[in-house]
């Protein structure tokens, strides 16, 4: 029984042997015919190779400049409608459990520990906040539309954490 690929044009050792000598002797107008191309394609290949590592690189050096210092303190500030209603510090070694009431019958159960922060619980519809979990570097939120509620993590002199 015959497969489709039985007629499959097969790359030889010997071919690829061969290709690997042209480039490493650096004879890349031989290496172009060989492979039928011309000596542009594989300039614009080789930039494109080159290119594709430049994100990488990028996000490298942008990661290293976002960091704020150390001593820097760290906290998380619960706002309530736009208006800060509490501040807790995340470098300190303490646990905190607060209970917010935005507007009657709505609460939000907020929880501080280990550096960070989280809504523990709330009786919103969607459970959004409850579903964000613990939020610990500067720029990260927990948002519960419904109720007006916002966690937001702050530091000073770092950059605010991109998150894709």
């Known amino acids: 029984m015959k497969t489709k690929w039985d007629n499959s044009p097969v790359i030889s050792s010997d071919y690829l042997e061969e290709v690997y000598t042209l480039f490493k002797n650096k004879k890349l107008k031989e290496v172009g015919r060989k492979a039928h191309m011309k000596i542009g394609d594989v300039i614009i290949i ?9 994100p ?10 976002g960091q704020a210092e150390e001593t820097t303190p760290k906290y998380a500030a619960v706002r309530i409608d736009g208006q800060e209603v509490d501040r807790f510090s995340l470098d300190n070694e303490n646990s905190v459990r607060k209970t917010y009431y935005p507007e009657e019958g709505q609460y939000n159960i907020v929880e501080v520990e280990d550096g960070q922060a989280r809504v523990q619980e709330d009786n919103s519809p969607d459970q959004i906040a409850v579903r964000t979990g613990w939020i610990s570097e500067p720029g990260e939120t927990s948002i519960c539309l419904p ?3 916002v966690i937001e993590i702050y530091q000073e002199g770092a950059e605010d954490t991109y998150i894709y």
């Open 147 to 149: 109720h007006k509620l």
């Open 46 to 54: 080789g930039i494109l190779v080159i290119a594709s590592f430049l």
């Open 56 to 65: 990488a690189v990028v996000f490298y050096f942008q990661q290293d400049q």
